[in-house]
């Protein structure tokens, strides 16, 4: 089976094929992901989307080499031609900062509180490069500037706290950048700021891609992100891809019901105030004892007998648009709202 993705045209940076992923605990196995399949050329976004445990940040964790010893990782994650999957430590440390750089979600646990922003910034630069202390000093307030970090040489010489929420993540983004990486994951990388905050973050995001053709991993469960700022997205359901297309294509154009929902609660300037927001109903499903059939039947209203015995397979069924339901929901209008395109 050919991988969806943008960039059949020319090679992929990053070419990922049947990944899986599997923790194992004392009597039991969770079965975190199942099966990924996705093509992301250089210079584009790809979001990733769905619900806590759906299996987006384990997946891009995968690519890192940040799995516990539980974790069991097969299929493949070929990066500028070189296999990840089942890389010694070694290669793999000399890769990430490197090549691939990652922003976590909550930079308050991510940056040593004990040392100042510039050390930690100089640290990542020491890291991969032979950099005397004035240079380093020097890129590291670039990389501030960069950044947008408003006094950025003053801002060297502070500590974590002394920086907003939104100035930390400009911090970490700074760190991650450190090493002119050619892939950037951003796991969840401005859930825990203002809805402004975020917004300028994102642009900061966009603009770096464009200016450094960096490919960017963004992994998320707010739709109004990737409708805003992805070319391509990932939905995915208890480990698997259940739909994939370009922003454009599979919001306006939404084939699974597990899609539908998510877009069916997003909250809408319309609804009146006080109104109970919509949400799925029922619960994921236990990833130690996955279903014969589809996994979101339990919670689908298009669900019949067939859902519930056998798996869709995920397949093209559109030109560029993948998914993976029996009962593909029908074209209808307006599905994302304006507010958040």
Known sequence: MSAPGIGD??????EVRDLRV?????GRRVDAVNGLTYRLPAGRMLAIIGE????????SRALMGLLPATATVSGSARFAGTELVGLSEAEMRRRRGAEIAMVFQDPTRSLNPTMRIGVQITEALHAHADLDRATAQRRAVELLELVRLPAA?????EYPHQLSGGMRQRVMIAIALASQPRLLIADEATTALDVTTQSQIMELLVDLQERLGMAVVLISHDLGLAAGYAQDVIV???????????AGTLFDHVRMPYTEALLGAIPRLERESHATLPVIPGQPPDLTR?????????????????????????????????????????????RVPEEVR
């Open 290 to 334: 996955l279903p014969a059939g589809c996994p979101f039947a339990p919670r689908c209203g298009y669900a019949d007998e067939r859902c519930a015995a056998e798996h869709p397979l995920f397949a093209e069924h559109e030109p560029g648009h993948w998914w993976a339901c029996w009962h593909p929901v029908p074209d209808a209008p307006a």
């Open 22 to 26: 599997r923790f194992h605990q004392p």
């Open 9 to 14: 045209a020319g090679e992929a940076l990053l």
């Open 52 to 59: 806590s445990g759906s299996g987006k940040s384990v997946s």
């Open 153 to 157: 040489a003053r801002r060297f010489h």
């Open 236 to 246: 995915m359901y208890a480990g698997r891809a259940v739909e994939y297309a370009p």
